[in-house]
């Protein structure tokens, strides 16, 4: 079975950074791609940003300029760097994979847990 597992969510002042971390495990035959969503409170759940196995990037225009998506394919690890954080930054940050299991080699999506990231004012 596959599973995404996130780490680095926080609370932190307005103005700061934080670096959120997902690494994807278990039977896995490629990624295709793997990306960034959140969902504020009351709010619908959004694009943050996502990067291909080969590099291509996409970011929704809210954090452009101040997020960075990078990723380590020997690890299957993707990565967001959050600059200049702002009160609406705030959220539940989901980690979402496109990949092909090993055993049906055909797409599937794949979601993490969800982790809180707070910015005070």
Known sequence: ?????ESGG????AGGSL???????????SINAMGWYRQAAGKQRELVATITSGGSTNYADS????F??????????VYLQMNSL?????AVYY??????????RVRQNYWGQGTQVTVSS
């Open 19 to 29: 670096r959120l971390s997902c690494a994807a495990s278990g039977t896995i035959f």
């Open 95 to 104: 980690c979402n994979a496109e990949l092909l299991p090993f055993t049906t």
């Open 10 to 13: 926080g609370l932190v002042q």
């Open 63 to 66: 954090v452009k300029g101040r």
């Open 68 to 77: 960075t998506i990078s990723r380590d394919n020997a690890k299957n690890t």
């Open 86 to 90: 702002k009160p609406e930054d705030t």
């Open 1 to 5: 079975q596959v599973q995404l597992v």
